[in-house]
């Protein structure tokens, strides 16, 4: 037997806090259709191409192509990457 306010909670609609608006429908989408955002996505968070490929298991050699025709290449990403170089390079090279 249910308690009175647990009946109560059972015949009332929970309030409805969007933090975000709804998105547009995923209707007619298939799990394919958002492999590739996914790999866009995840380049843009700054994961590697190996690591891309653990989450998504797609080759590396269509990461790139994701990448490429996703992605507009930018100075600044470009800025950022030697930055990551030169500071793995000072962990780990001895010139």
Not at 43 to 67: D, E, K, M, N
Request: proline letters at 7%.
């Amino acid at each position: 037997m249910l308690r009175p306010f647990a009946r109560a909670r059972l015949n009332c609609e929970p309030p409805t806090i969007w933090k975000l608006k709804p998105g547009p429908s995923l209707d007619g989408k298939q799990l394919r259709d958002l492999r590739d955002t996914s790999v866009t996505w995840l380049g843009r968070a700054g994961c590697t191409v190996p690591q891309i490929a653990a989450i998504t298991g797609h080759s590396l050699a269509s990461i790139h192509t994701v990448l490429r025709h996703y992605l507009a290449l930018r100075p600044d990403m470009a800025d950022e990457a030697i930055g990551k170089l030169v500071d793995w390079m000072a962990d780990h090279v001895t010139l």
